[in-house]
């Protein structure tokens, strides 16, 4: 039995300040005699003394406890022989950067689990960043837009946002973005490349944060094949911004003609359907990008269809916010994952070069890969709301036994990624990715 909970320091970037478990959270389980270590950390959106104040024990190295929780990857290095943890280890696609942790924790015989894996019965995620990732995003492309703009010559009301990190929590961040609403109503967005046209992507939870940040700026809903007759009709719209939501039966067509968009039939079959997602390129001035992806579906916009926007001159598309920061997956524009504090880069889709900036050729490309963090208290408090309620199972399962023994939550044991070393059978996949 474990009954002992490491709660280690986040030190991917130093913008990483997210917690998995609360001091809150932390007083509530020490109740049900849960030991609790938390790795000493001056960064931490809590500060060390709550997590004291509320039953645990400051540490300068938590290893030794049975379970390691955790946010972002954890480095090589860090892991002990036969330990257990629960971290975004970014691994259950193959993502070759973290095939080397996985190696590393099959070769100490080490049990992994991912938050992303952790699902009820029908599948849903249960455990997640999404919402505030999407909340983010939002906010960091319309800064990002704003910046761009004016490496163009064009003022806009867009800069005067921030950057989400640089706000004291949400509350603040809407604020500004009503501000900005405010100024837009008032004096317009430039019309330089024609009415500001967002484009959103997804239905789930990134999509629903990016919509509660969006909708607090004067809009106007645009279905996606009414886009065109309202460009031709709203050529001089400066008081406001068209969104077009773009879900999958507007971006990828089944291969058989002859047949129609079925989401089920897509999600099962993706080698059946292929991407018709450049078309919209052409007609939107920013992409916010928040739909699922993995290599089974279908490339939506290639270098080339990227590089065919400057045929005919100067493209309308100025910028990108890929919540999704998959690296070279659905979206070739996201060469590389940038960070809050160096958060965009302009992509040249002629020549794939990526300096960081708003100046010189290509798109805006902003491609955090850990935009929570920046409202990390916010962020933890709903994440580890989710979390609590698995942890007392967790804390005295069987780690040292089978899976089906162990006595896991089926919430969590379906997130097993490693048991005892071993590829769960849910992921026996990863085996050809781990050591090819």
């Avoid at 089978?402 to 085996?431: C, K, M, N, Y």
Wanted: hydrophobic share 40%.
């Amino acid at each position: 039995m474990a009954h002992r909970i490491g709660l280690r320091r986040e030190d991917k970037n130093v913008f990483e300040r997210r917690v998995a478990l609360t001091p809150d959270a932390v007083s509530r389980l020490r109740h049900t005699g849960i030991e609790i270590e938390v790795e000493k950390f001056d960064s931490r959106c809590f500060e060390d003394a709550l997590y004291k104040e509320a039953g645990a024990e400051i540490v300068d190295d938590p290893r030794d406890c049975p379970i390691i929780l955790g946010i972002k990857e954890i480095p090589q290095g860090w892991f002990r022989k036969n330990g257990a943890y629960l971290f975004f280890s970014h691994t259950i696609k193959g993502q070759s950067a973290n095939m080397p942790i996985l190696r590393e924790m099959m070769d100490l015989g080490c049990t992994l689990m991912d938050y992303e894996c952790v699902t009820n019965d029908e599948g849903l995620r249960l455990i997640f960043f999404s919402r505030h990732a999407g909340r983010v995003g939002m906010v960091d492309g319309l800064w990002t837009l704003g910046q761009r703009l004016a490496a163009l010559g064009h003022s806009s009301p867009l800069q005067d946002l921030e950057p989400a990190h640089r706000y004291y929590d949400l509350d603040a961040v809407k604020e500004a973005v009503v501000r900005v609403g405010d100024k837009i109503r008032k004096d317009g967005m430039p019309l330089a490349h024609g009415p500001t046209v967002i484009a959103l992507t997804g239905g789930g939870n990134v999509a629903a944060g990016a919509r509660e940040v969006f909708d607090l700026l004067p809009y106007e809903d645009v279905a996606p094949a009414d886009l065109d007759t309202w460009l031709g009709h709203n050529q001089d719209a400066a008081d406001r911004i068209a969104l077009v939501h773009l879900l999958p039966e507007h971006f990828v067509v089944p291969k058989d003609k002859a047949q129609g968009f079925d989401f089920d039939h897509y999600v099962a079959n993706p080698d059946d359907y292929e991407a018709d997602f450049a078309r919209w390129l052409p007609r939107i001035t920013m992409l916010v990008h928040g739909v699922y992806w993995d290599e089974r579906y279908p490339v939506l916009a290639s270098r080339e269809d990227l590089a065919a926007l400057y045929d005919s001159g100067d493209p309308k598309l100025l910028a990108i916010a890929d919540i999704t920061c998959d690296i070279e997956g659905s979206l070739k524009s996201t060469v590389r994952e940038t960070e809050p504090g160096d958060p965009v880069y302009m992509y040249d889709p002629r020549s794939g070069e990526a300096p960081s900036g708003f100046e010189g050729e290509g798109i805006a490309v902003m491609s955090v890969g850990n935009l929570p963090t920046e409202l990390p208290i916010e962020a933890s408090m709903t994440f580890s709301e989710a979390l609590e309620p698995f942890i007392p199972a967790m804390a005295n399962a069987d780690l040292e036994g089978t899976l089906e023994d162990s006595g896991l939550p089926p919430q969590i044991a379906r997130a097993v990624i490693l048991w005892r070393g071993e590829l769960t059978e849910s992921f026996a996949h990863l085996a050809a990715a781990v050591r090819p």
